[in-house]
């Protein structure tokens, strides 16, 4: 079941919505939309990020570090 959501933009931004819409190769700018929400569950958040660096931190301080060559060798 679809739900109508009506949304009040000023003028400039809904002409860019609707542009970066068919730039992106979308039909409607609900498919846009829809990609674009999406697209932010993959966003990892600020907490998360300062997390991750904190404990990153706290491993380096405790000498748990790798040394390697490349990349791959930590893939």
Do not use: C, H, W
């Amino acid at each position: 079941m679809r739900q109508v959501i009506s949304l009040s933009l000023p003028e400039k931004f809904s002409k860019q919505i609707k542009s970066l819409s068919k730039k992106r190769g979308f039909s409607s700018v609900s498919g846009y939309i829809k990609y674009l929400i999406e697209s932010d569950k993959d966003i990892i958040s600020e907490k998360s990020l300062l997390n991750s660096i904190t404990q990153a931190r706290k491993e380096y301080k405790e000498g748990k570090t790798v040394v390697a060559k490349s990349i791959s060798e930590l893939i």
